[in-house]
T-cell receptor, first 116, second 114 residues
Framework: AQSVTQPDIHITVSEGASLELRCNYS??????LFWYVQSPGQGLQLLLK??????LVQGIKGFEAEFKRSQSSFNLRKPSVHWSDAAEYFC??????????????FGTGTRLTIIP | DTEVTQTPKHLVMGMTNKKSLKCEQH?????MYWYKQKAKKPPELMFV???????INESVPSRFSPECPNSSLLNLHLHALQPEDSALYLC?????????????FGPGTRLTVT
């Protein structure tokens, strides 16, 4: 069965500093990988996705992520964070479950706090 | 229009009430989803509809009853809920059902069961 691990529950970063959020996945084949962001009390917004090809993918709001097959990782990065980036970030893998269901499996999320 | 709308935004209901949540999209998507999200947790898939037919039911209790009247509309009927069912209920849609399709999420309905 597929799974997603986000090792960092909470990260605090100064405004203007760089950011890296970690994501590790477990899946037998090449997965479909996503990063979503959720502001408090809101729905989820897709930041970026990886299916195949170039392992460095660009997303919205200045985010990028790098797929590393050897490390089973899909870390999210941003060179300079803004106060508006404070939110919950979810990594997700799209795969076929043991029951044959095609679904998104989310990690537990990383809460990002930005300090002035 | 790239938006998924959900009504109501907030709902408070007693354990004996019957209520419904509504979700709508006009992107021509053929798959629609209901998720439940508890505080500080990731969304948990409840139901998937593909081409207006129930495709996945993640062993959800029968007090939750989904309905897809047409390709743009998804309802979740609620009856005899428990306080532990209080959560944010998210609707999503995608062009098709499958792990490669990007899901578009609505803002959610905050449900409180008293």
């Amino acid at each position: 069965a597929q799974s997603v691990t986000q090792p960092d529950i909470h990260i605090t970063v100064s405004e203007g500093a760089s950011l890296e959020l970690r994501c590790n996945y477990s899946y037998g084949a090449t997965p479909y990988l996503f990063w979503y962001v959720q502001s408090p009390g809101q729905g989820l917004q897709l930041l970026l996705k990886y299916f195949s090809g170039d392992t460095l993918v660009q997303g919205i709001k200045g985010f990028e992520a790098e797929f590393k097959r050897s490390q089973s990782s899909f870390n999210l990065r941003k060179p300079s964070v803004h106060w508006s980036d404070a939110a919950e970030y979810f990594c997700a893998v799209g795969a076929v479950s043991d029951f044959g269901n095609e679904k998104l499996t989310f990690g537990t999320g990383t809460r990002l706090t930005i300090i002035p | 229009d790239t938006e998924v709308t959900q009504t109501p935004k907030h709902l408070v209901m007693g354990m004996t009430n019957k209520k419904s949540l509504k979700c709508e999209q006009h992107m021509g998507h053929r798959a629609m989803y209901w998720y439940k999200q508890k505080a500080k947790k990731p969304p948990e898939l409840m139901f998937v509809y593909s081409y207006e037919k129930l495709s996945i039911n993640e062993s959800v209790p029968s007090r939750f009853s989904p309905e897809c009247p047409n390709s743009s509309l998804l309802n979740l009927h609620l009856h005899a809920l428990q306080p532990e069912d209080s959560a944010l209920y998210l609707c999503a849609s995608s062009p098709g059902q499958g792990p490669s399709y990007e899901q578009y999420f609505g803002p959610g309905t905050r449900l409180t069961v008293t």
